[in-house]
């Protein structure tokens, strides 16, 4: 089985949520509202995140779990495996 690279976070763990950021550095900034669904926009909280994923530049994507941007990104990431695969 291939390896995910997003990190899933159980949303009902919001502990493990706290010291990820914390370790991401990022903890103030999510807490102030800065942080958006990848997918729809939604102000990114502790009772809504469903996916952390990281991105270029040291900095790290989220996904909300609202179940159609759930399925967007799983269908994302199987699109991004299959090109994967084509290149190599
Ligand atoms: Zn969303």
Known sequence: MAEKKQIEIDAVDTGQL???LDILNIKSGFESG???C???GTV???ENT???FPRPNMTVGFVCKNA?????FALKEES????EVKTE
């Open 34 to 36: 800065e942080y958006h």
């Open 80 to 83: 991004d495996k299959e090109r």
């Open 44 to 46: 990114i909280t502790y």
């Open 18 to 20: 706290k010291s990820l």
């Open 50 to 52: 469903k996916f952390i």
């Open 68 to 72: 159609a941007c759930v399925l967007d």
């Open 38 to 40: 990848e997918l729809c």
